[in-house]
C-alpha cells in the first residue's frame, strides 16, 4: 500500500546510534551527537524571552507563511554579520534547516529528476532528496576537503547540487576557494540549482566567502538555522532564495504550516537583545578548543595508520582506520565511548568506508576527551 517515494524512506544512522543510545545509561564519552552543548543553550535568556514574548496573545496565534516580518529583517542582519549577503533574495524562516531541505526537494524535484551530492554527505539531507528522487551521482569528499569533478556527461543531467562547503558534515573540512568557483560555473552553464547547506558559519572564526556570494545568476538556495548555536529544540531555520522562487516556497508552506509562532517570536527577542550573537561567539571559542583536543590527543594516541581530517572548528573530526567501526561500536558502546560509523554517511560503495567514523565534539567536555581518544586508540589497534 505504501508509495514508491515512502519505500525509499529509511533510518538515518544518527537516528540509529541515537536510539542505542537512549537505551544506555553508561555512555561517558559521547563522540556521536551532532546537537549542541546544553550547557552552551542560553536557558536563562530564553526563559526570559518567553516570558516576555507571552505578553502578547499574538505570539500564540497560527503562524501564516514565510515567518515573521520582523524576524525576518533581523536574520537579514544576522546573515550580513556572517558575511552572507541577502541582495536579490528573500529571506523564509522554516522549521530547522531539514524542513527547508524537505521543502526544496518537493518544490525542484521529480522522479526522473538528478541529483549531484557529496560522499560522505549529510545523510538526513540526501534521505530528503531520495524521497523525491532515486537518481542521484556523487562527488566524493577527501579528508583534506578535496572533491572529484563529475563529468560533462553526469552535469547535462543533474538538476539539483546539494553541497557543505564550509565545515562539511560529517568530515570537517572546507571547500577550497577554486572549487566554490567551478560550482558557480556549473550552475551556469548546465542550469543547475545549487543547494548551500551552512549551518555551522557562526562557529568558525574566518569562514570562506558562501557560494551565494558568488553567484550572479540566481541559482543558489542558501539553508542554515540556529540550531547549532542557540537551541535545536526551537525549529528555527531558513532559506534565502532568488526572489522568483520565494513565492512558491511560501506556498509550499501552507501544505503543513509547521511554523512555530512562539519560537519565532522567542528568537527575535534574542536577536533584538544581541544574546544570539554573544553565544554563538562563546560557543565559537569552546568548540574550537575542543576540536583542537581532539586533534592533538590523536595525534598523541592513535595507531599510525590511522587518517583524520583537520577541521577549522565545529564539531566534527572524520576518522579513517584499517578496522570496521560499525562492528566495533558494541564493544565502544560496552567501555562507554559512542560514535557514529562513518559508511553510513557514504551514498556509494558504503563497504568501501566501513573504517570511517565521525567524532564529534558537541557534548563532550575537554576533559573527557582524552579518556575517550585512549579507548578508541586501545580498541582500534587491539581489533587491527
Same mark, same amino acid.
Given at each position: 500500500?505504501l508509495?514508491s517515494?515512502?519505500?525509499?524512506l529509511y533510518?538515518s544512522?544518527?537516528?540509529?546510534?541515537s536510539k542505542?543510545l537512549?537505551r544506555?545509561?553508561?555512555i561517558?564519552?559521547d &563522540?556521536?551527537?551532532g546537537?549542541?552543548d546544553?550547557?552552551?543553550?542560553?536557558?536563562?535568556e530564553?526563559r526570559?524571552s518567553t516570558l516576555r514574548?507571552l505578553? !502578547? #496573545?499574538?505570539?500564540l496565534?497560527?503562524?501564516?507563511?514565510g515567518?515573521?516580518?520582523?524576524?525576518? $529583517?533581523?536574520?537579514?542582519h544576522?546573515?550580513?554579520?556572517?558575511? =552572507?549577503?541577502?541582495?536579490g533574495?528573500?529571506v523564509?524562516v522554516?522549521s530547522g534547516?531539514?524542513?527547508?531541505?524537505?521543502?526544496i526537494?518537493?518544490l &525542484?524535484l !521529480?522522479?526522473?529528476?538528478y541529483l549531484?551530492?557529496?560522499? +560522505?554527505?549529510?545523510?538526513?539531507a540526501f /534521505?530528503a532528496f531520495?524521497?523525491?528522487?532515486n537518481n542521484?551521482y556523487?562527488i566524493n569528499?577527501?579528508?583534506d576537503?578535496?572533491?572529484t569533478?563529475?563529468?560533462?556527461?553526469?552535469?547535462v543531467?543533474?538538476?539539483l547540487?546539494?553541497?557543505?562547503p564550509?565545515?562539511?558534515?560529517?568530515?570537517g573540512? =572546507?571547500?577550497d576557494?577554486?572549487y566554490r568557483?567551478r560550482?558557480?560555473?556549473?550552475a551556469r552553464?548546465y !542550469?543547475l540549482i545549487v543547494?548551500e547547506d551552512?549551518p555551522y558559519r557562526?562557529?568558525?572564526p574566518d569562514?570562506?566567502e +558562501?557560494l551565494v556570494n558568488?553567484?550572479?545568476?540566481?541559482? =543558489?538556495?542558501y539553508?542554515?538555522?540556529?540550531?547549532? =548555536?542557540?537551541? #535545536?529544540g526551537l525549529?528555527i531555520?531558513?532559506?534565502?532564495?532568488p526572489?522568483?522562487?520565494s513565492?512558491?516556497?511560501?506556498?509550499?508552506q501552507?501544505?503543513?504550516f509547521?511554523l512555530?509562532?512562539?519560537?519565532?517570536?522567542?528568537v527575535?527577542d534574542?536577536?533584538?537583545?544581541?544574546v544570539?550573537?554573544?553565544i554563538?561567539?562563546?560557543?565559537r571559542?569552546e568548540?574550537?578548543?575542543? /576540536?583542537?583536543?581532539?586533534l592533538?590527543?590523536?595525534e598523541?594516541h592513535?595507531?599510525g595508520?590511522?587518517?583524520w581530517s583537520?577541521?577549522r572548528?565545529? &564539531?566534527?573530526v572524520?576518522?579513517n582506520?584499517r578496522?570496521d567501526?560499525?562492528k566495533?561500536l558494541?564493544?565502544a558502546?560496552?567501555?562507554?565511548?559512542?560514535?557514529v560509523p562513518?559508511?553510513?554517511?557514504?551514498?556509494?560503495? $558504503?563497504e568501501?568506508?566501513?573504517?570511517t567514523a565521525?567524532l564529534?565534539?558537541?557534548?563532550?567536555r575537554e576533559?573527557?576527551i582524552?579518556?575517550?581518544?585512549?579507548?578508541?586508540a586501545?580498541?582500534?589497534?587491539?581489533?587491527s
Amino acid at each position: 500500500m505504501l508509495s514508491s517515494r515512502a519505500r525509499r524512506l529509511y533510518w538515518s544512522p544518527i537516528e540509529i546510534v541515537s536510539k542505542k543510545l537512549k537505551r544506555l545509561k553508561s555512555i561517558k564519552v559521547d &563522540f556521536a551527537s551532532g546537537a549542541p552543548d546544553p550547557e552552551l543553550i542560553p536557558l536563562n535568556e530564553i526563559r526570559e524571552s518567553t516570558l516576555r514574548v507571552l505578553e !502578547d #496573545p499574538g505570539s500564540l496565534s497560527y503562524p501564516g507563511t514565510g515567518g515573521l516580518a520582523e524576524l525576518r $529583517r533581523e536574520l537579514v542582519h544576522l546573515l550580513s554579520n556572517l558575511g =552572507v549577503s541577502v541582495h536579490g533574495r528573500e529571506v523564509i524562516v522554516t522549521s530547522g534547516a531539514q524542513n527547508a531541505l524537505h521543502i526544496i526537494a518537493d518544490l &525542484f524535484l !521529480d522522479e526522473e529528476d538528478y541529483l549531484l551530492v557529496e560522499n +560522505p554527505t549529510f545523510i538526513e539531507a540526501f /534521505i530528503a532528496f531520495n524521497h523525491y528522487t532515486n537518481n542521484y551521482y556523487t562527488i566524493n569528499v577527501g579528508l583534506d576537503g578535496s572533491r572529484t569533478t563529475p563529468s560533462k556527461n553526469t552535469l547535462v543531467q543533474v538538476k539539483l547540487l546539494y553541497t557543505m562547503p564550509e565545515l562539511h558534515n560529517p568530515t570537517g573540512t =572546507v571547500m577550497d576557494y577554486d572549487y566554490r568557483k567551478r560550482i558557480i560555473e556549473w550552475a551556469r552553464d548546465y !542550469d543547475l540549482i545549487v543547494v548551500e547547506d551552512d549551518p555551522y558559519r557562526p562557529l568558525v572564526p574566518d569562514p570562506r566567502e +558562501p557560494l551565494v556570494n558568488m553567484d550572479k545568476n540566481q541559482r =543558489v538556495l542558501y539553508v542554515t538555522s540556529l540550531s547549532k =548555536v542557540v537551541a #535545536p529544540g526551537l525549529r528555527i531555520g531558513l532559506i534565502l532564495a532568488p526572489r522568483e522562487y520565494s513565492e512558491k516556497i511560501e506556498q509550499a508552506q501552507q501544505l503543513d504550516f509547521s511554523l512555530n509562532t512562539l519560537s519565532m517570536h522567542i528568537v527575535l527577542d534574542l536577536l533584538k537583545k544581541k544574546v544570539i550573537s554573544k553565544i554563538a561567539s562563546k560557543a565559537r571559542r569552546e568548540y574550537m578548543n575542543r /576540536i583542537k583536543t581532539l586533534l592533538d590527543l590523536l595525534e598523541d594516541h592513535m595507531p599510525g595508520e590511522v587518517e583524520w581530517s583537520r577541521p577549522r572548528g565545529g &564539531f566534527y573530526v572524520f576518522i579513517n582506520t584499517r578496522v570496521d567501526m560499525d562492528k566495533l561500536l558494541g564493544k565502544a558502546l560496552s567501555m562507554g565511548i559512542a560514535y557514529v560509523p562513518g559508511k553510513y554517511f557514504y551514498i556509494e560503495n $558504503r563497504e568501501a568506508y566501513k573504517g570511517t567514523a565521525r567524532l564529534s565534539i558537541s557534548r563532550v567536555r575537554e576533559q573527557d576527551i582524552e579518556y575517550g581518544v585512549k579507548v578508541l586508540a586501545k580498541l582500534i589497534r587491539d581489533y587491527s
